[in-house]
């Protein structure tokens, strides 16, 4: 079940914490740190979590792949998920622990049996989120933000194909960031993430995003020592700004082998319907592997915070990438608990 270099969570411990305990720690004392077995708070009906207040709850190191979780929907209907979607939470960067992407493994299934098994549960999921956006959106509340980065190839276009398609569009909004426009160009970096972003009620769904006005200059020597400081300050303090103010943030580092790259790379091109994906850039970049690498290695562990955590995904296999981020998004939602707003009228008092 557990494929690539070294499997089983034990050998990967920045991507867990010690004795399954995750790195994220609440804020709140009235939603204290998660433990293995501990249960989640009751919530009022009418008291919304802030959105730091997610608790994992997570389930040892054994594969829980075939346990199911009893869980009451929004609308009250109780749903059992043939894979648990708690376990997809192991995937969080422990920051306390030194990030080597080599020693990770990129074809790591440890969750899920098998494809067939994958595109089951990415059915289940798909039907609970695509619920929970429903009464997102009736609160208008919060916010979801989900971040996708990666070498090229990765799968962040297949990602935002495969989880969001079939969900409300009236819910979602895809964004892809491209080289920069003449007058994106005349504004600071941030400008154009700031437009960017998902209305309450809203999941937002980038598909490279302000991350990489720091990863790309900084790996072609075109930014600063200072300049790579600064940025580094401006995007954790942007997104915190963001929590604060009612989003809820979840970034997805898509990990994929070398040789990976190469067998999407002539799959490309052996295929005419993707040629225009292919850019020269790409193979620029590609013998820039280990520059980009490394800087990867130094960003995500700093901007990896309780706000704005970010997951480590192994990608060389699409289908579990997928499941992966659509397990990660549900608990996030889960952890949101939207509730429908109460009517701004009186039932009583209306005739027909």
């Not at 609308?75 to 192991?90: C, Q, V």
């Not at 440890?110 to 009464?135: M, N, P, T, W």
């Not at 979840?250 to 790379?265: C, G, L, P, T, V």
């Not at 939207?338 to 009517?343: D, G, L, M, N, W």
Request: with cysteine.
């Amino acid at each position: 079940m557990n494929g690539g270099r070294g499997a089983g969570f034990s050998r990967f411990p920045w991507l867990t914490g010690d004795e399954g305990e995750s790195h994220w720690q609440s804020p709140d004392p009235a939603f204290p740190s998660s433990r293995v077995g501990r249960r989640r708070p009751a919530v009022a009906r009418n008291h919304l979590p802030s959105p730091n207040k997610v608790v994992l709850i997570l389930s040892g190191n054994r594969s829980l792949s075939h346990s199911k979780m009893h869980h009451k929907n929004a609308m009250g209907m109780a749903r059992d998920f043939s894979i648990n979607p708690k376990l997809w939470e192991r995937y969080v960067l422990n920051r306390r622990v030194r990030l080597r992407l080599r020693d990770v493994s990129t074809n790591e299934t440890g969750f899920c049996i098998d494809k067939k098994s994958a595109q089951s549960a990415l059915k289940e999921y798909k039907h609970e989120i695509d619920r929970l956006l429903y009464v997102l959106s009736a609160q208008k509340m919060r916010s979801v933000l989900v971040i996708f980065q990666g070498m090229d190839a990765s799968g962040k276009d297949g990602a935002i194909r495969h989880v969001l398609t079939g969900l409300n569009p009236q819910h979602c909004k895809v964004t892809s960031f491209e080289e920069p426009s003449g007058e994106e160009i005349d504004h600071d970096y941030l400008w154009r993430i700031y437009r960017a972003t998902p209305a309450k009620g809203q999941l937002g769904a980038f598909n490279r995003s302000h991350y990489e006005d720091l990863l790309v200059p900084r790996v072609r020597g075109l930014l600063s020592a200072r300049g790579v400081t600064m940025r580094l300050r401006q995007i954790c303090d942007m997104e915190r700004i963001w929590v604060e103010n009612g989003a809820v943030i979840r970034k997805f580092f898509f990990h994929i082998s070398r040789k990976e790259q190469a067998d999407r790379f002539l799959a490309r091109l052996e295929d005419p319907t993707k040629h225009w994906k292919v850019k020269e850039s790409d193979f620029v970049d590609r013998k820039l592997w280990s520059k980009f690498q490394s800087v990867y290695e130094e960003v995500l562990p700093l901007t990896s915070t309780p706000q704005a955590p970010w997951y480590v995904i192994p990608s060389d296999h699409k289908w579990y990438r997928d499941i992966a981020v659509a397990g990660i998004v549900l608990r996030t939602l889960q952890g949101i608990d939207p509730h429908f707003p109460k009517p701004p009228l009186d039932r009583k008092h209306l005739k027909i």
